[in-house]
């Protein structure tokens, strides 16, 4: 429980794109070849890093017969059939609306529940709420997959077993921890006057979290959001145990049983890898600051 | 602005719920289903450690869980030597750069967002030794020999699932240790160099200790992911770890033993598994964690 006892001295995520400028310039700047050489290890690195990726979406558009005879043919005539056949043959179609309804879900109700939280573990100073706070960010570290027996059998006796909506819970639930560390500290940073005043005007507590507080941590919320978007998208565990219907597997799931049963349908499979990750390529695309700043959010703990 | 605590119990109180019902109530119970005796799915008298005693003296553990320990450490020893190092070069080479370092970040940390199971599968099609691209370049530039089965051999199966690792968790400690040594002031290099210290003294005696706590956040949190790792060696190797079991993790032993093993006490051997996992990595995590804190302030001062 090693989050409990240092609740975050410097609060906001630190966002290493936006370091100094001055700490890469000047006398460190390496001349020449010694310069040359860095530029060749890092783009090379970055072709590692990204090459696989290429080859997995650049062979989703070729046939099984192309990909048999050249591996490492390139996609002369790019052909969408391997999706086509994965998004209804394959069901990544009912797989991919799955994973979003389960992912928004619960990332929904994770963020609603810890902002309240959070707000109101900031504005209270009562022992109670201090126990609670420590709490929650014991979660940060708690390996939950450990507990999927017990989860499977409470989910048995409730009747959650094979629903989507049980999966929304159990990850809003695990996604408590990381969101109200996050936010705590964002409100924590918040100066107490606004609300002193809007309190004065007779705005009730309520009031004051929804009309004042809330915008204010917008940036925060993106954070949480967007950084726990991430590993519920890619959960692999939980679904592969308290699902049962096909026409309820979220992606990863889907993925491993077509995976399994069509072994050799090598391009349907990689138009399923690539349905499988597009998503989360795109919200990287847009919100790489929020996405940043949630890995580095653990800089603190 | 303080905040009743009344009020604050009302605001607090979703969070608390979905937490304790979801999270915390299966975390205790998956403990104390460790000490009863089991028949299916009925519980039985208490045993104490009887299952506990079980898991080193009974086939199939006496054989499969001393392998998935250890392959469980190899993978955890390799993947932070190679992170700690690999990402300490890369962010040292970055930092000097600050047009390309944003771009080079954000490519580096692709990888960290695909699934681990599609990760597996694509590793596993990239690998396949008749058809896989990466035999099939090997070939054509004349390295015949190196044209290995790579995933099928049970001497390069575990070596290859730790690098594949590697290559997609390195932009975290990437851009953890951007962000620490942008947070080093450059007058300590400045001073450190005008009193006649060279580059690599620098980087040993001053900026190695102040990253002492970034380092120290990548070992805990790759310590608590080598020792969960579950949906990549699932996706390279399938539930029993092939080939031959070369595969085989604790998490992959744990969820044959709950789910797959059909024994009649299964919810028994199988908590008694997931409590020592737990114990192991929740120990393992604060020991090293309090370890650390002690080296800090000891260099630190």
Partial sequence: MTATTTVPAAPAPSDPLRQPKAAGGGTTRRRGPGRVAASIILWGYAIVALLPLLIMVMSSLRTNMQLATDPLGLPTSPTFAAYRRAWTQGQFGAYFLNSLLVTIGAVALSTAVSTAAAYALARSNSRIMRVLEALFLSGLMLPIHLAVLPIFYLFDGVGLIDSRIG??????????????????????????????????????????????????????????????????????????????????????????????????????????????????????????????????????? | MRMRLGTAALFVLPALVLFGVFILYPMVTAFSYAFFDWQGTSRGAFVGFKQFEALFTKPPFTTDLPRALLHNIVFFLATIVLQNSIGLGI???????????????????????????????????????AFGPVNTLL?????????????GDPTTALPVVILISVWQWIGFPVLLYGAALGGIPEEFSEA??????????????????????????????????????????????????????????LSLLFYRTAFDSGATDAIGTSSALATLLFVVIFGGALTATWVLRRQERRLLG
């Fill in chain 2, 91 to 129: 962010a040292s080479l970055l930092h000097s750069r600050a047009s390309t370092r944003r771009a080079l970040q954000t490519l580096f940390a692709v990888p960290y967002l695909v699934s681990p199971l599609v990760v597996g599968y694509l590793w596993s099609l990239l690998l396949s030794p």
């Fill in chain 2, 139 to 151: 070939r054509k530039v004349g390295l015949e020999s190196w044209a290995l089965p790579w995933l």
């Fill in chain 2, 192 to 249: 450190a160099r005008v009193d006649g210290a060279r580059p690599s003294q620098i980087f040993r005696r001053i900026k190695l200790p102040l990253l002492l706590p970034a380092i120290g956040t990548v070992s805990v949190l790759t310590f608590i992911f080598a020792m969960e790792a579950f949906a990549l060696p699932y996706a390279v190797g399938g539930s029993t770890g092939n080939p031959g079991g070369a595969t085989d993790f």
């Fill in chain 1, 167 to 301: 999966l929304i819970l159990l990850y809003g639930a695990g996604g408590v921890p990381f969101s109200v560390f996050v936010l705590g500290a964002f409100f924590r940073q918040v100066p107490g006057e606004l609300e002193e005043a809007a309190a004065i005007d007779g705005a009730g507590p309520w009031r004051v979290f929804t009309t004042i507080m809330i915008p204010l941590v917008r940036p925060a919320l993106a954070t949480v959001a967007v950084f726990r978007f991430v590993p519920i998208w890619n959960d692999f565990l939980f679904p592969l145990v308290l699902l049962r219907s096909d026409s309820k597997y979220t992606l990863p799931v889907g993925l491993s049983t077509f995976f399994g049963e069509h072994a050799n349908d090598y391009s349907t499979i990689f138009a399923g890898l690539v349905i499988t990750t597009l998503p989360l390529i795109a919200l990287f695309a847009i919100a790489t600051k929020q996405i940043v700043a949630g890995l580095t959010a653990g800089m603190s703990k």
